[in-house]
């Protein structure tokens, strides 16, 4: 037999990706109750648990548990870059995605593969919304998720929970593309729906926390909103400079006749003003549209289909 060097050799069915920093608490509960929920089901899997440079000992507790592959990093980078490398790591078909902080329902992960049967990526949905400065967080994370909506044209009720099943040849292909904080889950929602694959929506419950969460409200906010924006640049960039420039063009035609009409064809600096800034952002969105379309990468991975 040839020596099969690829690192997705001895494919299994599943490999949850568990991203940990400082979550000593309740490290040993988590792993169990997915080998327990995972051993009961039909699927064969691997866990590979990420951490880099936990300061609360995790790492070191991490080392004891069995049926685990680990992979420790010195320094921090963030929850995205653990998943990336988790994920390029896997030999699963399927990837899982979850926190290790006991909010996910991860004792009903066979049920979230079950849903991902004709779909690229599955998302649980969460009812309610938990965690931290929640006044603030709740309307920013809702403007987000309507301005994601807008952009990739998709209805997404959950645009940045950790808990989803995607199909790892299709996530393969953007993997380049995560950043390393905690934006990298809007970043393969929108990278799947962006590129015609498609996401499947199925609610679920979301627990308290155990131990401390590590997302700072305003910071993480922060790029979570410009790396919405920027991945429409990157894709649609005419959804974003085409309704000012539209508004702006009509709003601009409709001054210029009455500027002709009832200022005796004396037209005004202002109009001219709005006319050219409309004409300015159309021609920036086409351009941006040109360098999307000569930049495309193949995506050749065919999405799932119904068996
Ligand atoms: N490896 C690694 N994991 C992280 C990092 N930051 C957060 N995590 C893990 O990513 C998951 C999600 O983080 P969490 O604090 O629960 O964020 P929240 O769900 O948005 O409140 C948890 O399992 C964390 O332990 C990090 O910098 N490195
Ligand atoms: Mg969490």
């Not at 994920?87 to 079950?114: E, K």
């Amino acid at each position: 037999m040839s020596a099969e060097t690829s690192q997705h050799s001895n494919e299994v069915d599943v490999t949850i990706v568990l991203p940990v920093y400082n979550e000593s608490g309740h490290l040993e509960d988590e792993i169990s109750r997915i080998h327990k929920t995972m051993g009961e089901s039909d699927y064969s899997y691997e866990i590979v648990v990420v951490d880099d440079g936990s300061t609360d000992g995790s790492g070191q507790r991490l080392a004891n548990i069995d049926g685990i592959r680990l992979i420790r990093f010195a320094t921090n980078r963030g929850s995205g870059s653990a998943r990336k490398y988790g994920t390029q790591s896997a030999s699963g078909r399927i990837v899982v995605w979850t926190d290790v902080d006991m909010t996910y329902p991860n004792d009903t992960i066979p049920d979230l593969l079950d849903s991902l049967d004709g779909y690229d990526q599955v998302v649980g949905a969460r009812k309610t919304e938990e965690g931290t400065v929640r006044l603030l967080r709740r309307p920013a994370k809702w403007l987000i998720r309507r301005l994601a909506s807008y952009l990739t044209g998709v209805r997404i009720p959950d645009l940045n929970s950790g808990f989803r099943a995607f199909r790892r040849d299709v996530a393969d292909q953007f993997l380049y593309l995560l950043p390393r904080g905690f934006s990298c889950v809007t970043t393969l929602t929108m990278a799947f729906l962006s590129n015609g694959y498609s996401v499947r929506y199925v609610p679920i419950d979301y627990a308290p926390r155990a131990g401390e969460s590590k997302f700072h409200w305003w910071k993480d906010t922060r790029r979570y909103l410009l790396q919405v924006l920027r991945l429409t640049l990157m894709w649609e960039p005419m959804r974003i400079f085409g309704p000012p420039a539209a508004v702006l063009g009509i709003a601009g035609l409709a001054k210029l006749v009455y500027d002709l009409v009832d200022k005796d064809f004396r037209v005004a600096t202002n109009t001219l003003v709005i006319l050219g800034v409309s004409f300015a952002l159309a021609l920036i969105g086409m351009v941006a549209d040109m360098l999307v379309q000569l930049n495309k990468r193949p995506h050749n991975v065919m999405p799932a289909t119904i068996e």
